[in-house]
């Protein structure tokens, strides 16, 4: 009897063991895929649920001044950051007009700084794909022109989805665009939905990523149903590529520390790669420079200098890094960038 338990127990072991093996032959392979991509990707950011042809019906006060909710009409509901304590509060004021398609014309790439450390997600936004298929011209140069978006093909009347959070600063025809929809995002970025055979969206409205904006078309100056894809900084359009992996859906990271060499049009993505190790070094100082980005809400009595001593930093580096004058006044509850 107890040499039959044993043996019971012994390939129950062996059951044991080989499972085992296999679960750490696994785990070892999806190490490995993971270290094959984490120079490229270090922490990739999967889309939310596509929320399809939702709108959102009302905006509730939390008990936290920081959080509301929003009411969608399917029903669902979700958490958003209080306009209030949104990093620059003047994002949806500063240069907000809804009836041109490029509003910074008065900024001149060359007075942006260096490098811009912009939060694409945190735990309250996030991000869905624009559309899933297939890249059919990249970003850069065509044929004596600046493409300074990019193509992805697509059947008219599929749907196509917001980025990020954000609100619709344009929404019309217009010219070689087609239909057009600008959605303008709470970190300033803008991206733009373009060809449209239907747009969902007007000016004004708060969007959610995963939300459907419009359906895909082939307005305007273009020889097939596509969807033109812009992202811009302030005017200044960038490589879509750099923060979207159109093969996999996913965003490439949460944050990004956008340069202004990125600006330019021969700056394509891809060519970025071409030594990867240094570029492996300098996504990783990039990481950190990012994770490094700092905010303080603002008290009753803060003013600038003691800000800058309190961070370690100065008062124009806070000004320039929130685009105020040394003499802005600070609103309680204001939501300052110091480092
Ligand atoms: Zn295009």
């Known amino acids: 009897m107890k040499s039959i338990k044993l043996y019971i127990l012994s390939v129950l072991l062996l059951v044991a063991s080989s499972a085992f ?3 750490a032959e696994g785990a070892k392979e999806s190490a490995d895929s993971l270290q094959g991509t984490s120079k490229e990707q270090p922490n990739p950011v999967h889309p939310v649920r596509t929320l399809g042809k939702v709108a959102v019906i009302d905006t509730l006060p939390t008990g936290n001044d920081a959080l509301s909710i929003v009411l969608f009409n399917d029903n669902t509901w979700r958490y958003i950051l209080s306009e209030n304590y949104k990093n620059d509060p003047d994002i949806f004021s500063d240069h907000w ?3 041109a ?3 910074y014309t008065d900024i001149d790439v060359n007075s942006l700084p260096e490098a811009t450390a912009l939060r694409l997600v945190d735990s309250l936004e996030s991000y869905h794909y624009p559309y899933m298929g297939r890249i059919t011209s990249r970003y850069g140069p065509r044929k004596g022109r600046s493409h300074q978006g990019i193509d992805i093909g697509l059947k008219t009347g599929d749907p196509v989805y917001a980025t990020f959070d ?5 929404s019309k025809y217009s010219g070689d665009y087609g239909n057009l929809v600008i959605i303008r995002h709470n970190n300033g970025l803008e ?3 373009a060809h ?3 747009r ?3 000016v004004g409205d708060w969007v959610v990523a995963g939300q459907q904006i419009g359906l895909g078309g082939s307005t305007g100056r273009s020889t097939g149903p596509h969807l033109h894809f812009e992202v811009r900084y302030k005017g200044q359009s960038f490589d879509p590529e750099r923060i979207i992996d159109f093969n996999s859906g996913d965003l490439r990271r949460g944050e990004l520390l956008l340069r202004r060499r990125h600006f330019s049009i021969y700056a394509k993505y891809e060519q970025d790669f071409g030594d990867e190790e240094e570029v492996a070094k300098q996504e990783e100082a990039e990481r950190k420079a990012a994770a490094a980005v700092q905010y303080h809400t603002v008290r009753s ?3 600038l200098g003691a800000l800058a001593r309190k961070y370690g930093t100065s008062v124009s580096r806070i000004c320039q890094l929130n685009n105020i004058k040394s003499t802005s006044i600070l609103r309680i509850g204001q939501k300052l960038r110091v480092r």
Do not use: C, P
Not at 166 to 170: A, P, S, T
């Open 166 to 170: 954000g609100k619709v600063r344009f």
């Open 191 to 193: 991206t733009y939905y």
């Open 301 to 303: 009595g803060d003013t």
């Open 101 to 103: 398609t490029h509003v």
């Open 21 to 23: 093996a296999q679960d």
């Open 196 to 198: 449209l055979s239907q």
């Open 97 to 99: 007009n809804t009836s």
């Open 200 to 202: 969902d969206v007007e």
